[in-house]
C-alpha cells in the first residue's frame, strides 16, 4: 500500500523530494535509543577564556593635603597728608558772643545824636518840663518817658536838623514809664536798637541827653554798666527791668538813649538817685521796645493793679526778722479801694500769683504786665502766726 500510494502521488513531482524527506525523518524518529551502556561520550575539553590583554593603567599621584593658594589681601593704602592736620580742641563756650568792634565816644555821638530829640512840654495851670526822646521807627515816632509828657496840654519837639513841630501822644504804659508821641514828618533819623539781654556788667555807655535843658544841644556822659535787672520803688510805683549805670543822668536826660560802644540803644534812661552819687537806670530796651510798638498798634495790654507798697524780702532781711520764708513781697501798706484793700495786711508776704513764684517785685511787676485789669488771680501768702493763706482778687487799673 505504501508503494500504491507513493504511485499515486506519482504525478505530484514536486511533492516526492518532501515525502522522501518525512519518510527519512519517521525512520529516524522510530530509531530506539541509543544503548547508554555501550556508548561512551566522547570527552570534550574544558574551553579556557581567552584573556583579553589589558593596559596597564598610569598610576595618577594625589597629594595627601593639597597646599592652599593664599592670596594676599589688597593693601589699603595709608595717605600721609604733607603737613600734618592739627587736632583743634574748641574753647570754652561763651554765654556771650562776640561784639563788633567798638566806636570811638566821638564817632559813636556823631552816628547817634541826629536821632536824638528835645521835648518842651507845657502843663495846665501853666509851667513846663523839659526831657529827651529818641527817634525809633519811620513815620515821625519818638519813644521817651511816660513821666515826661502824661500831664501835657500841649507838646514840642526840637529836632536835630532845628526845626521844631508839634507832636501828639500815642500811647502811654504806667507800668515801665514809657511813652510814644508822634511828629508829623517823614525820614527822620532812626536810632539803631540793640539787644539789652546781651549786655555785661562792666560795658562802657553814653548816655545822650538834654540834662537841666541847657542850651546848645544835648549833653553826653560816659560810664560802664554797673549792674542789671534793678528795681525801684516809690510807694505803690515800681519801677523794673533796669539797668544801672554811672554815666550821669540828670533831670532832663528822662527818655533820652543809653547806647553802648557800636552806637545802638540798649536802654532808655529814665531816673536818678537823689541820694546818690553816680547812680543812674535805664530801661532795658527790649522791654521798653516791645510795649512801643504795642502803644503804636493800639494793642498795649494795660497791666494789672493790685494796689499795696512792696518790700524785697532777702535772705538777709529774712534772717534779721525771723521770717518764715527766705524770698518774697511784703505789703509796706495797701491802697484804699484797690483790689487788695480788704484782702492783704500789711506785713503780708506774697510768694506766689497763680503757678508764678514771687521772688521780687521785678518779678511781680512782670506777672502784672502781662495779666491786664479784670484778670482773676489766686495769690499766696503768708501772715504772721495764721501761716499759709491763698485769697482771690481780680486785678484793677493802675491809677494815673
Do not use: Y
Amino acid at each position: 500500500m505504501f508503494w500504491e500510494r507513493i504511485r499515486r502521488l506519482s504525478g505530484r513531482r514536486l511533492l516526492i523530494p518532501g515525502a522522501v524527506a518525512l519518510t527519512v525523518a519517521a525512520v529516524a524518529c522510530s530509531s530506539p535509543p541509543p544503548d547508554t551502556a555501550t556508548v561512551q561520550p566522547i570527552a570534550q575539553p574544558t574551553p579556557q577564556p581567552t584573556a583579553t590583554p589589558q593596559p596597564t593603567p598610569t598610576p595618577i599621584a594625589m597629594p595627601l593635603t593639597p597646599t592652599p593658594i593664599v592670596i594676599p589681601p589688597t593693601p589699603t593704602p595709608i595717605t600721609i597728608p604733607p603737613t600734618p592736620t592739627p587736632i583743634t580742641f574748641p574753647p570754652t563756650a561763651t554765654p556771650f558772643p562776640t561784639p563788633a568792634p567798638g566806636l570811638g565816644t566821638a564817632d559813636l555821638v556823631e552816628r547817634a545824636a541826629p536821632s536824638v530829640v528835645h521835648i518842651r512840654v507845657s502843663l495846665a495851670g501853666g509851667g513846663g518840663a523839659t526831657g529827651t526822646g529818641v527817634i525809633f521807627a519811620d513815620g515821625g515816632l519818638i519813644m521817651t518817658n511816660r513821666h515826661v509828657v502824661q500831664d501835657a496840654v500841649e507838646i514840642r519837639v526840637s529836632l536835630a536838623d532845628g526845626r521844631i513841630l508839634a507832636a501828639e501822644i500815642i500811647g502811654l504804659d504806667s507800668s515801665i514809664d514809657i511813652a510814644v508821641i508822634k511828629v508829623d514828618a517823614d525820614d527822620l533819623p532812626i536810632a539803631t536798637i540793640g539787644d539789652s539781654d546781651i549786655i555785661r556788667v562792666g560795658e562802657d555807655v553814653v548816655a545822650i541827653g538834654h540834662a537841666l535843658d541847657l542850651p546848645g544841644g544835648p549833653t553826653v556822659s560816659k560810664g560802664v554798666i554797673s549792674a542789671l535787672d534793678r528795681s525801684l520803688v516809690d510807694g505803690t510805683e515800681v519801677l523794673s527791668d533796669l539797668i544801672q549805670t554811672d554815666a550821669a543822668i540828670n533831670p532832663g536826660n528822662s527818655g533820652g538813649p543809653l547806647l553802648n560802644v557800636r552806637g545802638e540803644v540798649i536802654g532808655i534812661n529814665t531816673a536818678k538817685i537823689p541820694t546818690g552819687d553816680g547812680i543812674g537806670f535805664a530801661i532795658e530796651i527790649n522791654v521798653a521796645h516791645e510795649v512801643a510798638l504795642r502803644l503804636v498798634a493800639q494793642s498795649a495790654i494795660e497791666p494789672g493793679f493790685i494796689g499795696f507798697a512792696p518790700l524785697d524780702i532777702t535772705p538777709t532781711l529774712a534772717d534779721q526778722l525771723a521770717l518764715p520764708v527766705l524770698r518774697g513781697v511784703a505789703v509796706v501798706s495797701v491802697v484804699p479801694g484797690s483790689p487788695a484793700d480788704g484782702v492783704l495786711e500789711v506785713d503780708d508776704i506774697i510768694i506766689q500769683i497763680d503757678d508764678t513764684a514771687i521772688p521780687d517785685t521785678l518779678t511781680l511787676e512782670q506777672f502784672l504786665r502781662a495779666h491786664p485789669a479784670g484778670t482773676v488771680v489766686e495769690i499766696t501768702f503768708f501772715r504772721g502766726s495764721v501761716g499759709l493763706l491763698t485769697a482771690s482778687l481780680s486785678l484793677g487799673e493802675r491809677p494815673g
